[in-house]
């Protein structure tokens, strides 16, 4: 069954120091999002993206965050210079299109922590 | 107020209960995600329902659009159900809006 992939599964970075996570999104879904969780909360909206371009994007998603789809598979989140506050898990998620409400299939997350 | 609130908060039963968790929401459009979450963290989407019920093995799940409300029910709970449940509604820019979750352990 088609799944959606993420890498890496952790990541330790760095206060100040720049992220690029990865995700493969189901091959002919064209949506793409992505969420984070901090620890003890809520999963929180970052962004969603649609024929290359950003659709709608969260007030957490500031100039320190950019996506970007490089290739026809992946699909990446970059933060260019991490906060302590940015430690969390990051899921990526992605939905067909030509559905009246097309369903998200998430990713296993990727745990950044910054120290 | 939050967006989206679900009920209990976390939910402790005896393996074989009938369970469930319920689910208010204030916005999105009329569609939501019951979505599972295990303790390394990953999530599953168990189901989406914009109307009506849906059955997935043991587990159900209802929707009252005119209420806002949906439940997640599961029959003959077991152990390995013991997880975090999630309900998400989906907002009007096709993102999806979040409940805090439901923290359910089932004993056996």
């Known amino acids: 069954e088609p799944e959606v992939t993420q890498t890496p599964s952790h990541q330790v970075t760095q206060m100040g120091q720049e992220v690029i996570l990865r995700c493969v999104p189901i091959?002919?879904?064209?949506?793409f999002y992505w969420y984070r969780q901090i620890l003890g909360q809520k999963v929180e909206f970052l962004v969603s993206f649609y024929n290359n371009e950003i659709s709608e994007k969260s007030e957490i998603f500031d100039d320190q965050f950019s996506v970007e789809r490089p290739d026809g598979s992946n699909f990446t989140l970059k933060i260019r210079s991490t906060k302590l506050e940015d430690s969390a898990m990051y899921f990526c998620?992605?939905?067909?299109?030509?559905?009246?409400?097309?369903?998200?299939?998430f990713g296993p997350g990727t745990r950044l922590t910054v120290t | 107020k939050n967006e989206v609130e679900q009920s209990p908060q976390n939910l402790t039963a005896q393996e074989g209960e009938f369970i469930t968790i319920n689910c208010s929401y204030s916005?999105?459009?009329?569609?939501l995600h019951w979505l599972q979450q295990h303790p390394g963290g990953g999530i599953v989407s168990l189901f989406m329902?914009?109307?009506g019920k849906k059955k997935h093995g043991r587990l159900i799940a209802t929707i009252n659009i005119q209420e806002k409300h949906s439940s997640l029910h599961i029959t003959a709970s077991h152990p390995r159900d013991s997880a975090v449940y999630i309900c998400a509604v989906l907002g009007s820019q096709g993102n999806l809006i979040f409940g805090k979750g439901t923290k359910l352990s089932v004993k056996p």
């Open positions: 329902l914009s109307s």
């Open positions: 998620a992605s939905s067909d299109v030509g559905l009246v409400w097309p369903e998200q299939y």
């Open positions: 091959s002919n879904h064209l949506y």
């Open positions: 916005v999105g459009i009329s569609a």
